[in-house]
């Protein structure tokens, strides 16, 4: 049975009508950047569970989670109506193995997240570990419309700091916006727009690829990349690419 343990919101944040971000102040275990936790609430005498990644970095407080709402789900609805004060069910543990230990050697780190799954990466780019291991890296965050990019002061911060060791590349699939590129990032790939934006190629040799997210984006990416000579990486077979599907 899983160890739960309270805890207190602080903090809630609407972007839009459906993405919130929850910040939460609870005596979880130490964690590693990139894992994930489980969130639970009682509904109608029944404790309801997801798992959700954390935003924060290991070190950084109050712990943090970003939310979509699904309309018809059982539990982002009620998690939408938390407020600062009122208390939530989660994991003593953190868990997952989408963490920079499991990503082998190479040059350059690529990110790619759709929606929500934007957040798992800026807790392992709020820590010391990619910038020391990679020579670049990229970030790739595709979503329908501009007002769900979110994070971008989080992501203006990482820019300034890291310079030219960082790459953000915003993408949207429902509209046009000065500075995004246009289309969902598995045609961006495929007609090599990504790559000649980000001014590096991916590559075998010295890539490594992160997806995270939807399962359709996941299947896409790993057809274009398998046609191209990557491979799954595993705890038994060295790779050249690592998912975590959330939904
Ligand atoms: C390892 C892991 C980490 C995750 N981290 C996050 C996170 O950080 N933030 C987050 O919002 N979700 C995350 N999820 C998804 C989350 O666990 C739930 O599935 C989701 O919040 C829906 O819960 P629900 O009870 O409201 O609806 P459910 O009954 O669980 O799902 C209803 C429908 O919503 C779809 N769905 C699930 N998640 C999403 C989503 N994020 N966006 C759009 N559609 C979705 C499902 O495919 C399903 O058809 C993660 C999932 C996994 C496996």
């Not at 989660?90 to 963490?99: C, E, P, Q």
């Not at 230990?101 to 929500?116: N, Q, S």
Request: hydrophobic share 40%; proline share 5%; aromatic share 10%.
């Amino acid at each position: 049975m899983k160890n739960w343990i309270s805890g207190r919101v602080v903090e809630k944040t609407h972007w839009t009508d459906t993405l919130f971000s929850v910040r939460f102040d609870a005596p979880l275990e130490d964690f590693n950047a990139g894992q994930f936790i489980q969130v639970a609430m009682d509904i109608e005498g029944e404790r309801v569970a997801r798992p959700y990644s954390l935003v924060n970095a290991p070190h950084e407080r109050p712990l943090e989670i970003y939310f979509n709402e699904v309309p018809e789900g059982p539990l982002t609805p009620r998690l939408s109506l938390l407020e600062p004060g009122d208390s939530l069910w989660v994991s003593a543990k953190a868990s997952g193995v989408f963490v920079m230990e499991r990503i082998p050697e190479c040059r350059d780190l690529w990110m790619f997240a759709t929606g929500t799954a934007l957040g798992v990466y800026l807790s392992i780019l709020k820590t010391a570990i990619p910038w020391q291991r990679f020579e670049k890296v990229v970030l790739v965050h595709g979503c329908r419309t501009a007002q769900e990019l979110n994070y971008q002061k989080t992501i203006l911060m990482l820019a300034d700091r890291f310079g030219d060791q960082f790459h953000f590349v915003p993408a949207l699939s429902r509209e046009r916006a000065a500075g995004r590129l246009p289309g969902r990032v598995t045609d961006l790939l495929e007609t090599g727009v990504l790559e000649r934006t980000a001014n590096r190629v991916i590559s075998p040799d010295y890539s490594h690829i992160m997806l995270c997210g939807n399962e359709a984006m996941i299947r896409d990416m790993r057809s274009l990349l398998e046609a191209r000579g990557l491979q799954r990486h595993t705890a038994r077979q060295s790779g050249h690419y690592t998912t975590e599907k959330y939904h």
